[in-house]
């Protein structure tokens, strides 16, 4: 697959030549060990973990909200518990009485849930159009334990004989006596249709009578035998519901009744009531009544109005009906009503539309409980024409409308049908618009959305899952459905098969039209790949495996063509792969893989940005690329739900962006496209030997994550320039004797619009007067010089890739624009890389030095260290140090190096490749202290995670001048160099003479990483050392002893330490022999110091600081500490110059009697 892939991009290779062409032999380039292949394959590891600005991009969704909860049941065991039916949603659950709620709906086949029965937190039966289903763990899986031909509208429960009851729209009533195992029909005279029930002591249950319009059945031996108890009365309505008492379950219930209220009964259902009270001021508004229900105060009804919910005392009053405060109102109509069992205060309501309502005073007030739940599944979106958003739900969400960019949406409340809305079909007319809902199939709009009906249905296969509209004819329509494509030519009157050539029971799960020319269609397949019509669907070809598709990808999930080359075309698989094919579907190409196993559900094409794409993935979000589909990055934040099934925009350059959701309704982002140009990484002069081949890399980059294109104009003859297509290119020329000379080429970088170009002079010198050093330069510092004589020995022209000024060294760094010959200078690159510096040959060089250090630079050819010659009267101090991630002793002087080296006065040196003129000199250069100390008493070292190791050496003996300058360091390189030492004697070792706790020892560390280990070896059994390592504010405090490690973490480029060796002690023994003040460190200081101090038992310490008036400055410890050593820092930035005393004072609390104290002296000297 990666074979393929980069056999795709290296077959499209640009050669660009001057004079004789090069052609590329591409067998060659098609191995992937080849040169040319490694850089493309690194290329697009590299491009994929880039980040982008536009990958910021936040989306927000604004919905739309809805869930129809036709059912509401509480947990009789914990009426935390309570489980919701969402019409086409399945069962939501909550464990904290409608706080949160989940969707648990595994196993339910059919998930129109319109009657629940919660036996306990864990024992629940749910009612559907396909039976009733049971869940023995809460929800968590389900399985079918009635099944039925028709919806099941009520369940209940009789507690006292443990009969559960379901009653069916068009089968009669059941009952099951063991939980639901066995099922037996119960014959209520007529049993066509049994809408509700209710339990308690008695059951009730209506029954619709076709022939007579309706009557109300009693049953009180459990169903055996039914008594009829409406039609006698008069009551001539449908009965949507009943409730019972709680209080007096045997006598007093009521019911609503579809089109004239609520009517009451005292007496178990002889005489009747009508409650509705349509001659009081408080009447109930509204007479289509969906549900009733009691608490032992009121009486509830839910209806269609504005208030929805109405409550009425149990008591005769005269306050009629009352409306609560809160509820939603129409549309959401009030479908389901459930009284808390234990606190009958609580009330809540199932809305047609707005999820679960509750009430805590008895359905006085309402606020909205449905964190978890409202969301809807946006499977369609579309804009039309107007602007007009038109979003398609998941089942029973329908189809919603919106006008301000989905900040609020309506729904089309015409739809005929709960099915799922598959697709959208946006027509060149911007008022007709196509729905395909799975199970009915096409529906029609005129109106832009707002209202619908079904097209013919008679032909067309009633599973469409795609539809695609003909760009010029809003009459001429296709889907695609799970028995192929169907055609209307005439607005959806009628359709046909247009199957000729697609095997039959085809499942068609995406579509797209040619913009240009609508006789073209491409269908994707769950089985058979992708098909493609010539002739408008009349016949169809089959490309498959053998064109391209790998062979597990059968199934292609989008299809989208580009519409600035409609012969090129890319297919989004179920796999996360998108395949792009550049003739018309003849042949396909693994363009990318989607960082995602998830399916490619949509490949949205930037209108105003030909190469920005977006990808919507189920299950991962949305993704963006910015070189056509080549290499993604995920655009997900904001996006809470990642599982997408559509994307659409406007046309804007700041394009608006919809993503249909699973559950979360349509997102939105704003994607601000700016183009910015891409950038040519410095390239720098070049030089080269006449007869030699001169060979480098320009690469470019671009920050819109593009892969520019890269070309040379005004290349030499013989030259050539090879774009690799990955953002690099190679730049090849052998120039003759006769070319010597100076050339100017220019190199160009292109995103298709915007560009950078960069000028490269390169010099053809004479190899018998010339000479070109390449030179290597590491990723941060390097110490470099100039060793030709060069045409322009500008920083700019020789180092254009450095990062830093040029530093030369007179005592401090000083910064220089032009570099001298035998001069040693800083620079600093943000990559390693390949330098050339071509010019005249140098051999020789005599330079001026300065007493103590010197950065010296090399000349064209390099000789042994330890042969630079100084001219007398002046005499080496030190070896000559290089530098690579810190100090180095060495071995030769190398050409284009620079190094360091210390001389006793004033003078000059030469640097020469040859013999030298002068007689060596005795130098006072000394041994490595290996050779003049000895094996040292201890070693510290301080390790980079990349394995670069800097030491520090413990010596014994007194410490003096001479001995100190044996391990003298170079002056301090620039900050983020890698650099250890001591700071007092800028050196590499310390000397410790004499016993008992030596002074501190202040160590200096510099790095570029966080991150360091610090090892330890020292060769003493009774010699141990405590190192405290000053992080800011905060000391951490290590003791050392024989060997070990651990690793420590730096806050700052540049930390200090102090190391405090303790060498009197018995083996392992780590404490002080007796109290002990320190001197500070360093004195006189400015603007800190360290004071380190000992105790050799748990004391109550205190460490004070006075001026020389006596006067108290600081308190610089105080309170309760271990045995042990301590330091402690004193800034005195704010402080006045002059001296300073400090005051150690212990007390031990075994011995409060004996006060140990000590007074010091300091220099604050500014």
């Known amino acids: 697959m990666v074979n393929r892939r980069l056999i795709y991009c290296l077959q499209s290779l640009k050669l660009q030549t001057a004079g004789r062409p090069r052609g590329l032999h591409h067998t060659n380039l098609c191995n992937p060990m080849h040169p040319r292949l490694r850089p493309v394959y690194w290329a697009i590891l590299c491009l994929v973990i880039f980040q982008a600005s536009r990958a910021g991009t936040t989306w927000t969704s604004h ?370 618009v196509y729905a395909s809902a799975y199970g009915s199939g096409v529906f029609k709009s005129t109106d832009g959305g707002s209202t619908w009906v079904i097209t013919d249905s008679a032909t067309i296969n009633h599973f469409p899952r795609t539809l695609a509209s003909n760009p010029s004819n809003a009459n001429l329509v296709f889907a695609g459905t799970d028995n192929g494509v169907y055609k209307t030519a005439n607005g959806g009157l009628s359709w046909q098969a247009s199957n000729n050539g697609i095997r039959a029971r085809t499942s068609i799960r995406s579509m797209a039209i040619d913009p240009t020319n609508p006789n073209i269609l491409y269908v994707g397949t769950d089985s058979l790949y992708l098909f493609k019509t010539t002739d408008a669907g009349n016949n169809w070809t089959n490309y498959t495996n053998a064109n391209g598709f790998l062979v597990q990808d059968v199934f292609i999930r989008s299809v989208t063509i580009d519409y600035n080359a409609s012969s090129t075309v890319y297919a989004g698989a179920d796999s996360g792969r998108v395949y792009k094919s550049t003739n018309g579907g003849a042949s396909w190409l693994l363009h990318s893989q989607l960082p995602t196993t998830h399916s490619v559900r949509s490949i949205l094409i930037h209108p105003a940005d030909h190469k920005t794409f977006f990808a919507a993935s189920f299950g991962d979000g949305v993704f963006v690329s910015a070189d056509s589909g080549g290499h993604w990055l995920p655009m997900n934040n904001g996006l809470t739900n990642p599982t997408i099934y559509a994307l659409e925009s406007d046309q804007s350059n700041s394009l608006n962006i919809f993503a249909g959701s699973q559950g979360q309704g349509v997102y939105h982002a704003t994607y601000g496209f700016v183009n910015h140009p891409p950038s040519l990484a410095q390239i720098g002069n070049k030089s080269v030997l006449a007869g030699n081949q001169l060979q480098f890399i320009v690469s470019a980059s671009d920050p819109d994550l593009t892969i520019p294109s890269l070309s040379a104009t005004t290349l030499p003859s013989g030259a050539s320039f090879v774009d690799s297509l990955n953002g690099r290119g190679l730049f090849r020329w052998t120039p003759t004797m006769g070319q010597i000379g100076s050339y100017l080429v220019t190199f160009h970088a292109s995103d298709g619009s915007l560009s950078d170009s960069q000028q490269v002079m390169i010099q053809v010198l004479d190899p018998g007067a010339s000479t070109v050093v390449s030179l290597t330069v590491q990723n941060g510092w390097n110490l470099l010089s100039l060793p030709v004589r060069a045409s322009d020995s500008r920083k700019t022209a020789l180092f254009p890739q450095a990062i830093s000024p040029a530093f030369a060294y007179a005592g401090s760094y000083i910064i220089k624009d032009t570099l001298q010959l035998g001069v040693g200078y800083w620079l600093k690159f943000a990559s390693a890389q390949s330098v050339d510096l071509g010019g005249g040959t140098v051999d020789r060089e005599t330079l001026n030095v300065a007493t103590g250090w010197n950065m010296i630079g090399s000349v064209s050819h390099a000789f042994p260290a330890g042969s630079v010659t100084p001219i007398p009267p002046v005499a080496l101090m030190s070896r000559e140090f290089g530098y690579s991630s810190g100090y180095i002793i060495a071995d030769s002087i190398k050409p284009g190096r620079a190094y360091w080296l210390k001389v006793d006065q004033s003078g000059k040196v030469l640097l020469s490749s040859g013999p030298a003129s002068l007689p060596l000199v005795p130098s006072n250069v000394m041994n490595s202290s290996q050779e003049s100390e000895g094996q040292p008493l201890g070693t510290l070292s301080f390790r980079q995670p990349s394995g670069i190791v800097r030491k520090l050496y413990l010596f014994s003996g007194a410490s003096s001048a001479e001995r100190n300058r044996q391990f003298e360091l170079p002056p301090i390189p620039p900050e983020g160099s890698f650099d250890v030492r001591f700071p007092a004697t800028q050196s590499e070792a310390v000397f410790i003479g004499g016993n008992g706790m030596g002074r501190a020892l202040p160590v200096r560390i510099s790095t570029d990483v966080n991150d360091l280990t610090l090892g330890w070896d020292l060769k003493e059994p009774n010699e141990s050392l405590s190192f405290i390592l000053k992080n800011g504010e905060h000391s951490s405090s290590y003791v050392l002893q024989r060997r070990g490690s651990v690793d420590i973490r730096l806050n700052s480029p540049v930390t200090s330490a102090v190391l405090i060796p303790v060498m009197n002690g018995k083996a392992g023994d780590m404490l002080p022999r007796s109290v002990v003040l320190g001197q500070n460190f360093p004195n006189p200081f400015n603007p800190t110091t360290t004071i380190e101090y000992g105790v050799p038992f748990s004391a109550v310490v205190k460490l004070v600081l006075y001026d020389i008036l006596g006067r108290q400055v600081k308190e610089l410890a105080s309170g309760g500490e271990a045995a042990g050593f301590y330091a402690v820092q004193w800034d005195a930035t704010a402080a006045s110059s002059g001296v300073y005393y400090y005051r150690l004072e212990v007390v031990n609390p075994a011995d409060p009697a004996r006060i140990y104290h000590e007074t010091r002296k300091m220099f604050l000297v500014r």
């Open 63 to 432: 919905g739309p909200l809805y869930k129809v909860i036709k059912a509401i049941s509480i947990s009789p065991q914990d009426t935390s518990f309570i489980y919701a039916g969402g019409f086409g949603w399945g069962v939501f659950k909550t464990t904290d009485a409608g706080g949160t709620w989940v969707n648990l709906s595994a196993g339910l086949t059919n998930t129109f849930v319109r009657s629940l029965a919660a036996l306990s937190n864990t024992l629940v039966f749910c009612g559907t159009n396909d039976g009733v289903f049971k869940t023995t763990d809460g929800g968590v899986t389900w399985s079918i334990s009635l099944p039925t031909p028709v919806s099941v509208r009520s369940l209940a429960y009789d507690t006292q004989t443990n009969s559960l009851y379901a009653a069916t729209f068009g089968s009669g009533l059941f009952k099951s006596t063991d939980q639901g195992l066995v099922w037996d029909a119960s014959f209520v005279i007529d049993p066509v249709s049994a809408e509700t029930l209710a339990h308690q002591r008695s059951i009730a249950i209506f029954v619709l009578d076709i022939k007579s319009g309706g009557g109300l059945f009693r049953s009180l031996d459990g169903g055996t035998s039914w008594i009829q108890i409406q039609r006698s009365i008069g009551i001539r309505h449908s009965v949507h519901s009943i409730a019972i008492s709680p209080v007096s379950p045997g006598f007093s219930l009521i019911i609503g009744t579809a089109t004239n209220g609520v009517y009451r009964s005292t007496n178990g259902g002889l005489n009747w009531s009508n409650i509705s009270d349509t001659t009081t001021v408080n009447r109930l508004p509204d007479l289509h009544i969906n549900a009733v229900a009691f608490n032992t105060s009121y009486r509830y009804a839910g209806t269609d109005s504005l208030d929805g919910l109405y409550s009425r005392s149990v008591v005769e009053a005269t306050t009629g009906w009352t409306g609560g405060i809160g509820l939603p109102g129409p549309p959401a109509a009030i479908s389901s009503i459930a009284i808390n069992p234990v606190n009958r205060a609580a009330v809540y309501a199932g809305t047609e539309g707005m999820g679960v309502y509750q009430s805590t005073n008895s359905g006085f007030n309402w606020s909205g409980r449905n964190s978890g739940m409202l969301g809807t599944a946006a499977r369609a979106v579309k804009r039309t024409g107007t602007g007009k958003l038109i979003l398609g739900g998941d089942f029973g969400d329908g189809i919603w409308t919106s006008t301000d960019m989905g900040n609020t949406w309506t729904r089309a409340a015409s739809l005929s049908t709960s099915n799922a809305i598959t697709s959208l079909a946006i027509t060149s007319n911007p008022l007709l």
